[in-house]
């Protein structure tokens, strides 16, 4: 049996990529796929790193890729655990190259005159291989990297995985066997750097074709996307997370909120809500802390404000010390974002307010607000592209009464109902 899944190409197409739902209000936001003029990755080196016989060439870094010499050759592709092959052809001198970026146990096969010359089975055991993460997220950061561990443990591999610098410091004491760099160390060591396999994480809003992922991301949630691409299991477990201080910021008890985020859609929109929540917090005993980075963003003509009687802890702190604030936490209340997604990672109780995203999009929690008599998850809907250049994007309601309401029609009542159900909340005091 036969599949269209391979091209002979001199070249490798970079992907649509563009950065998440679990954007955090401290990252810098991406432009939508149609609008990026620069790749959203360093490409591999145009000549496959891996050494076969007779000057072939080979290597898996972002498919499958093999340059052939000068002659006349047959090559046959295949998926060694479906029995697919994936492409054959007769071929003189050319780079072959897999349509399928994600991982694929691929087997390569190469005939002259009908004679074998060289087979392959892919095999990443005791191999370098590369991971690269899209800078300027939190949440899909820590949403993604379990799964690479557990790449890693599959295959017995060696792994070099590039995030933001910013990220670095939460993971690099907890997983001191993964290589963890920048974007600009690779460029900067890319010609000393040999890697068998490649792989790159992202949110693919326009691939049709699932090229660069098995399944599209709307429909399986942001963080399993990782378990697809790299055929784990896609079940969700939080990273690790190992702080050098982890000490208690305060000691009175504490809830941590975060009202801040990259797009309005994501924001509370309720002009009541926070203020209401926020009384009944400290009716309850509690101080409440805001850990956004800003105190005030949007874009004109709105602009958003952390809401009145919080303690202000915003500004340009490191996130081991964000993370530090909600590991201690009693809970923590915020939006589909990065800190709700650095909350989970470190054991946090998490209440997620949240319409433009379907709860299937993030990590479970019992504590998820939804309103499903209003619009809502329309991130989720593939007919909704979502515009990052677009502030105020709402797609099926922009510019009428109906704008945003999967989270103006949150009322404040509803979030408190569902605080009452956090174990051990302190009661209230009327």
């Known amino acids: 049996m036969r599949a269209d899944d391979g091209e002979i190409m001199t070249d490798v197409s970079e992907p649509l990529v563009s950065s998440s739902a679990a954007s955090p209000s401290s990252a810098s936001t991406g432009s939508a796929p149609h609008q990026s003029l620069k790749p959203p990755f ?42 697919n092959i994936l492409f054959q052809a007769t071929s003189g001198q050319a780079t072959v190259c897999s349509s399928k970026r994600f991982y694929v146990r691929f087997g390569i096969e190469i005939f002259r005159d009908e004679v ?55 993971f690099e004491k907890a997983y001191p066997d993964i290589h963890l760099i920048t974007e600009e160390d690779l460029k900067n060591k890319r010609d000393v750097l040999k890697f068998y396999a490649t792989y790159t994480m992202g949110l693919f809003f326009e691939d049709k074709e699932n090229i660069w992922q098995p399944s599209d991301f709307r429909l399986v949630g942001l963080h399993r996307t990782a378990g697809y691409i790299l055929g784990v299991d896609p079940t969700e477990e939080p990273p690790r997370i190992v702080l050098e201080d982890d000490s208690r910021p305060v000691d009175q008890p504490y809830v941590c909120i975060a009202t801040q985020s990259s797009s309005q859609c994501k924001y509370w929109n309720n002009p009541y809500g926070w203020q209401e929540v926020i009384a009944f917090l400290k009716r309850c005993g509690y101080r409440v802390i805001c850990i956004d980075q800003k105190r005030v963003h949007g874009t004109h003509p709105v602009w958003n404000h952390i809401p009145w009687g919080v303690e ?26 990065g800190l709700s997604w650095l909350a989970w990672a470190v054991g946090a109780k998490v209440v997620m307010i949240s319409g433009f995203t379907h709860p299937v999009n993030e990590f479970h929690t019992p504590w998820r607000i939804v309103n499903y008599h209003a619009c809502n998850s329309c991130w989720n809907d593939p007919a909704c592209l979502f515009d990052h250049a677009n502030f105020l994007w709402c797609p099926r309601h922009a510019g009428s009464d109906r704008a945003f309401e999967c989270t103006r029609l949150m009322t404040a009542g509803h979030v408190i109902r569902v605080l009452k159900t956090i174990p051990g909340i302190q009661p209230e005091e009327i």
């Open 42 to 83: 360093p490409p591999p080196p145009q000549m496959p790193d891996m050494f076969g016989p007779e000057n072939i060439r080979y290597d898996f870094n972002l498919g499958c890729r093999v340059q052939l010499p000068e002659g006349k050759w047959f090559i046959r592709l295949r998926d060694l655990d479906t029995d």
């Open 116 to 170: 074998p010359v060289f087979r392959h089975e892919y095999d990443c055991r005791d191999q370098d291989v590369l991971i690269q993460l899209p800078v300027g997220t939190l949440g899909d950061t820590i949403g993604w990297f379990s799964y690479i561990e557990r790449f890693k443990e599959k295959h017995g591999c060696r792994i070099t995985c590039t995030m933001s610098a910013a990220i670095i410091p939460l």
């Open 312 to 337: 202000d802890q915003t500004g340009d702190h490191p996130l081991t010390e964000r993370a530090r604030w909600l590991r201690h936490c009693e809970f923590f209340i915020g939006l589909s974002s």
